[in-house]
């Protein structure tokens, strides 16, 4: 099979063959609940962390993998994640006041400031209804201008009853999971692909009929023509940390095969520009369509300056 964004390598140190690409990004990581340290030698040189203390994201140090984060969650008192176990308060913030002005307690411009001084690349909201009060339509507005105005784009978990419509509506840019419990009308479909939105394919973490949904609806999404992001939610659960196989299956059912699965994996997103000092790196020959997904979960991250292009 071909792929367009391949091409035939030589290692120098090894003199192995095989084939580099772009750099893999996982974008939904949780980097407080996981050890990222093999995450390269298992193929991924880039994470987005979607929810975590910004202040300890902001003094990671260098290297890889190349860390980009939202920050704390933005929610309200009671509302997903407060009070769950696997979230301390480090990495929660209430929106409580819709105000647009900084310094506002509470206010909407106050949370996203926070998140962006620390130096967040994205904004996260949770909708998530289904587990508690979420934040009103106009401090989710507030937030989505506020954020506008740092030039960071909004990601939003929307889950439960009328969240995806609301997260269009509000001009969110990313869903932070596939949607997965209850089929997305082709009205919501089509204007999530009009307007540009993007959703992480977090297909995985679901089992039963949450996965059947799940998959369902990206499927719908991405035969739309809609922008899917590779994403697993690292963190949640028994998940292999580095390249995921299993997502990588589920997405290739999901109809995201061949170049469109490469430019899922590979989409540097929120970042504008790809990482251009390593590559990912598969020994042996570019498979056949079937294959595709297992073959890419066998990629490590090498320097690109280690590698030779070959006819």
Known sequence: MTLSAAWRVRRALTAEAGTALPAFVD?????????????????????????????????????LPRTAFAGAFLTVPGGYPDGRSWAPRSIVRFVT??????????????????????????IKVALHADAGPVISDDALAAVVASAAERGLPVVAHAQGPGQVDRAIEAGVSVLAHTPFDAPVARRTLARAVAAGQAWISTLDIHRGADRERAIANLRAFAARGGRVLYG??????????????????????????????????????????PIDAVSSFVAGDTPTDDEVATWLSRASVVPTEELTRVD
Do not use: Y
């Open 232 to 273: 697993t939610d690292l963190g949640n659960g028994s998940l292999p940390v580095g390249v995921n196989r299993r997502e990588l299956l589920a997405m290739t059912e999901a109809g995201v095969r061949g170049d469109a699965l490469v430019a899922a994996l590979t989409d540097p997103w929120p970042r504008t520009t």
């Open 97 to 122: 006041d819709a105000s647009r002005h900084p310094g506002i307690e509470g206010g909407a411009r106050t949370a996203v400031d926070e998140q962006a001084d620390a130096g967040a690349s994205v």
């Open 27 to 63: 974008h939904h990581v949780h980097l407080h609940l996981i050890d990222s340290t093999s995450l390269a030698r298992r193929g991924i040189a880039a994470v987005v962390d979607l929810g975590g203390d910004p202040f300890s994201l902001a003094r990671r140090p260098q290297g």
